[in-house]
């Protein structure tokens, strides 16, 4: 109760507030700040999948500046020769207003990443945009097998059944490559599990599930009760370190991430950055209580 009037008070703090409690999860506004900060993660053995922040845009002209932008980060981290690949969301590039135009312009992103031998991650947004993500991801790696992956999100209940349908894709020249993550947006009870518990444990059913099937995938959480079972079925079918790795978010329980690097596993970390950093960084602290009400008491004392 107390956590969700925190959730509905942050989107009205002053900016300026929210700022300070939101640097650490932000590299800045910069493609500078970005390749300063991938350069940093990468002296520390840390891969990298640079994000420009923004989201739901609303005209198509806003969409190509995106698309622009994208091609300004990736000739930037390929001449910084940065381990590191891209992460996009199909609504900054016009999902919900034009499909084909959004299809169009993260097609020249993945062009251009592959003209580098790299690689883009399509972020997993909200329910209404999941089937169209989906299409797009499959026309994707129709035509760029070795250079395009997508998200999948542990708490929908239809992400079993997705990612049996998508097996159709794997084959021996074009593995699949997906990051699962629990899944952040608000949904209905009528499709997304709600509970910790089972959420977690579908969580540890999709990653057996890729696994098993020889998919490599991305395991992107911060929850130490995720991180044993998923050590365990990387043993149980006996996965070579170069056929998974773990993913954090910039600036996230970095003892954790630590812990995961100190036993010899890949850890890539999502740098988000850029000057549309406030819904990002809401979206962080409504996760975190703890800071969120840092901020509530920094608001009220005085
Ligand atoms: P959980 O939320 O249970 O958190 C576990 C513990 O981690 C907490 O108890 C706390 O200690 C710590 N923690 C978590 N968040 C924190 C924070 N902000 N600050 C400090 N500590 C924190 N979602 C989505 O819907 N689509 C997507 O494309 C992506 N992409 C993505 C990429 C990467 C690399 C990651 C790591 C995550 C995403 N997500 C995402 C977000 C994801 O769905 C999920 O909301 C968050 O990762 C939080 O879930 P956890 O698995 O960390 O567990």
Redo the contacts with the bound molecule.
């Keep these: 109760m107390f956590n969700k009037m925190i959730a509905a008070t942050l989107p009205y703090m002053p900016k300026k507030l929210v700022w300070l409690f939101s640097k650490r ?1 932000i590299a800045g506004e910069t493609i500078d700040d970005a390749v300063k900060a991938s350069l940093d993660l990468n002296a520390k053995g840390i891969k990298v ?1 640079v994000d420009l922040l923004g989201e739901f845009i609303e005209d198509l002209n806003q969409a190509t500046e995106n698309k622009d932008a994208y091609l300004e980060i990736i000739e930037a981290f390929e001449k910084n020769k940065i381990d590191g690949n891209y ?1 996009v ?1 199909p609504t900054f590039f016009g999902l919900l207003i034009d499909p084909e135009v959004c299809y169009e312009n993260i097609r020249t992103v993945v062009a251009k990443a592959a003209e580098y031998n790299n690689f883009v991650r399509i ?3 909200d329910s209404p945009c999941v089937d169209k993500e989906i299409d797009m991801f499959r026309k994707l790696k129709a035509e760029f097998p070795q250079n395009v992956g997508l ?1 999948v ?1 542990a708490y929908l209940k239809r992400t079993l059944d997705d990612l049996t349908n998508m097996m159709d894709m794997q084959n021996g020249v074009s593995k699949l490559n997906y ?1 699962l ?5 608000v949904e209905s009870e009528e499709i997304a599990y709600k509970k ?1 518990e089972e959420i977690n444990e579908h ?1 540890i059913k999709d990653l057996e599930f890729m696994l098993k099937n020889g998919i490599y995938p ?1 395991i ?5 009760n ?1 991180i044993q079972p998923s050590y365990d079925l990387i043993e149980k079918y006996n996965v070579p370190k170069d056929k998974y790795e773990f ?3 910039y ?3 970095p003892e954790l991430r630590q812990s995961i690097l100190d036993k010899g596993h890949k850890m ?3 740098v988000p950055f850029g000057k549309d950093w406030f819904g990002y960084s809401t979206r ?2 409504k ?2 209580p703890k ?1 969120a009400m840092l901020i509530i008491k920094a608001l009220f004392s005085r």
């Design positions: 999860y999948t992460s969301k972020d997993m947004e998200v999100q990051r993550c629990k899944g952040i947006y910790y969580y991305g992107a959480t911060h929850d130490k995720l993913q954090m978010l600036g996230v329980t890539r970390v999502y962080r602290l996760e975190n800071m």
